[in-house]
C-alpha cells in the first residue's frame, strides 16, 4: 500500500487516511482489512 | 498495532498516544490469502495539549454558584459541563462565554444550573472543566470536586391569618399576618 496521510492530530491521537488499495493488487481476493502499525 | 476490520474504511483514529512524541504509522491490507507488505512510513509528532484542570472548586455565593480552577499558560479557551438529572452533559452560557483565561471561574445563579440540569435540591452540583491551547484539547478535569448543592425552594406556607381581626379589616385596606418560615 501507499503511505497513509494524516488528517488532523493531537496530544493524544492521530488520525489517519489511506488510498484504497487497487484492484489489480489484491491478486483478485477482496480486501478483508486492514492492519495499521506505529 | 490494531485491525481495521472495515475495508470499506478509508480514515482511523489512533488513540491513546503521548503528548509531544513521535509516531511511526504503518499500513497493510489483508486479504483471505494474508498480510500485504507495510506501506512506507508516515512520521508523525503528537501535539503539546493542556493538562487536567487542577483545583475545581464549587461554592455558594448567596443565590449564586462560583465555579473556579487553577489558569495554565497559553489556553485559548476553555469548557464547563454540567452533569444533569439523567447523567448526560450540559453546556451553560454563563460558564462558557467571555471567561477570563488568566484567572478562570464563572458564576451563575443556583436556579439556572437547577433549570438547565434538572436536578433536585440538595443534590450536588457536579462538573467537569478541560482546556483548549490552540493545538488541541486537553483531559477533563476530575468531577465531583466542591460541595455547592441545588438550593431547597421553600415550603408551602400555612394560610395567612388576623391576630386583632376587628382591627386589621378596614373600609380600604387589611393587614395579615404570617408564620415565619424557619430557615429563610
Same mark, same amino acid.
Given at each position: ?5 494524516? #488528517? ?5 491521537? #492521530?488520525? #489517519? ?20 502499525g506505529w | 498495532m490494531v485491525s +481495521? ?9 489512533? &488513540? ?7 509516531? !511511526?504509522?504503518?499500513?497493510?491490507? @489483508? !486479504? =483471505? ?8 512510513i508516515l512520521e508523525v509528532a503528537?501535539?503539546? +495539549? ?5 483545583? @475545581?472548586?464549587?461554592? $455558594? ?14 489556553? @485559548?479557551?476553555? *469548557? @464547563?459541563?454540567?452533569?444533569?438529572? /439523567?447523567?448526560?452533559?450540559?453546556? $451553560?452560557? *454563563? ?14 445563579? /443556583?436556579?439556572?444550573?437547577?433549570? *438547565? ?15 483548549? !491551547?490552540? =493545538? ?13 448543592? %441545588?438550593?431547597?425552594?421553600? *415550603? ?12 386589621? %379589616?378596614?373600609?380600604d385596606s387589611i393587614t395579615i399576618?404570617? &408564620? ?5
Amino acid at each position: 500500500m501507499n503511505k497513509p496521510g494524516m #488528517i488532523s492530530k493531537t496530544g493524544d491521537s #492521530i488520525t #489517519i487516511t489511506w488510498a484504497a488499495l487497487e484492484e489489480s493488487k489484491t491478486n483478485g481476493e477482496e480486501v478483508l482489512s486492514y492492519k495499521i502499525g506505529w | 498495532m490494531v485491525s +481495521c476490520t472495515d475495508y470499506y474504511a478509508s480514515l482511523y483514529d489512533i &488513540t491513546g498516544l503521548n503528548a509531544q512524541k513521535f509516531y !511511526n504509522v504503518k499500513i497493510a491490507a @489483508v !486479504n =483471505s490469502c494474508g498480510l500485504s507488505e507495510y506501506s512506507p512510513i508516515l512520521e508523525v509528532a503528537t501535539t503539546n +495539549c493542556p493538562i487536567k484542570p487542577q483545583d @475545581v472548586l464549587t461554592t $455558594i455565593d448567596g443565590a449564586d454558584v462560583v465555579i473556579s480552577w487553577a489558569a495554565q499558560a497559553n489556553i @485559548v479557551s476553555w *469548557e @464547563v459541563l454540567f452533569q444533569g438529572k /439523567n447523567k448526560s452533559w450540559t453546556r $451553560i452560557s *454563563e460558564c462558557s462565554d467571555s471567561l477570563d483565561l488568566a484567572d478562570p471561574s464563572c458564576k451563575l445563579s /443556583n436556579t439556572k444550573i437547577q433549570e *438547565e440540569t434538572n436536578l433536585d435540591a440538595q443534590e450536588l452540583i457536579i462538573v467537569k472543566i478541560r482546556g483548549s !491551547n490552540s =493545538s488541541c484539547s486537553g483531559p477533563w478535569s476530575d468531577v465531583n470536586t466542591g460541595d455547592a448543592k %441545588i438550593a431547597s425552594c421553600p *415550603e408551602k406556607m400555612a394560610a395567612p391569618f388576623f391576630d386583632d381581626k376587628e382591627a386589621q %379589616i378596614r373600609k380600604d385596606s387589611i393587614t395579615i399576618n404570617w &408564620t415565619k418560615l424557619t430557615g429563610v
